[in-house]
């Protein structure tokens, strides 16, 4: 079955990639959603009769649940024509005060479980096929406040561009997906509620379908970094040009 790999699909912007792939890889039949709360990918999973889903509840920062993954895809050798590694999540604190865990867990999560998805889903990927994986405009300078955060983006950034190159000539497209804010439950996770933050509240939105559907464009383009909006993509531009140190100055959270 050709079949589309979305993880964090339970809310946001992973959600959106399903309607997303629907509209345009209609020869996709089957879905692998994976997010920890079952509930809400049953719940989506009534919402697509019409294809296959499975409902796949994994907390992706832990060892075990990457090695359960890698039994799954040896049990059912899908044909994965679609990868989405979206499943993340940012805090934002001082580092000096912040709560070890859920640093490090940035890290297992955002950095080394999207590393180890792409290594396990490799073998099962068809020709012409496509990895998103999700970065953010963080990745683009240092974020204070959100270091950790910002700091895994920008691996994910690297890792996608230098894979794109590497797997090429294999046909598999490698696309580095940088949104900016969006209106999702990422900002109640990061502990930024609407007010806490002048920047943030200041800041345009971008909406997460016109994310989800303009990256999947991109991505068959051949494209190796995907940043919607004008604004945006003058502040990617920007943060190439001028010292990051200058630009702190200005992006503190
Ligand atoms: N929103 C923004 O402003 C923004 C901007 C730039 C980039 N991004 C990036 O976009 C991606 C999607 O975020 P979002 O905005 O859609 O936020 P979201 O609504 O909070 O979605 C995060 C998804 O990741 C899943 N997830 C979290 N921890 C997980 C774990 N340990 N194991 C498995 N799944 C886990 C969540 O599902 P469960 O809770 O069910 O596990 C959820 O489906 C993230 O990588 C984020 O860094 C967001």
Not at 108 to 114: E, H
Not at 217 to 241: D, E, I, N, Q, W
Request: glycine share 4%; aromatic share 8%.
């Amino acid at each position: 079955m050709v079949t589309a790999v979305i993880t964090g699909a339970s809310s946001g912007l992973g959600k959106e990639y399903i309607n997303a792939i629907i509209s345009q890889y209609p020869s996709v039949d089957a879905f692998w959603l994976v997010a920890r709360r079952k509930e809400l990918l049953r719940e989506i999973a009534e919402e697509h009769r019409d294809k296959t889903i499975a409902a796949i509840s994994l907390d992706l920062s832990k060892e075990e649940s990457l090695d359960l993954f890698d039994q799954l895809l040896k049990e059912n050798s899908p044909e994965i024509k679609v990868l989405v590694n979206n499943a993340g999540y940012g805090k934002c604190d001082d580092f000096f005060s912040s709560n070890r865990r859920s640093q490090t867990g940035m890290v297992d999560l955002n950095c080394r479980a999207l590393t180890a998805l792409t290594r396990l889903c490799l073998p099962y990927m068809l020709d012409d096929s496509l990895i998103l994986n999700i970065s953010s405009i963080a990745a683009f300078a240092p974020t204070p406040r959100m270091s950790v955060y910002s700091a895994s983006k920008a691996f994910v950034l690297a890792f996608s561009k230098a894979l794109h190159d590497e797997l090429r000539p294999r046909g598999i497209k490698v696309l580095a997906v940088c949104p900016g804010p969006m209106d999702t439950e990422f900002w109640r996770v990061a502990n930024v509620p609407e007010g806490k933050s002048r920047l943030i509240d200041k800041l345009p939105r971008v909406s997460p379908k016109e994310v989800a559907e303009g990256s999947l464009r991109a991505a068959k383009r051949g494209k190796m970094v995907y940043t919607r909006s004008f604004f945006y993509k003058l502040y990617r531009l920007l943060a190439k040009l001028l010292p990051h140190g200058f630009i702190m100055e200005f992006t503190e959270i």
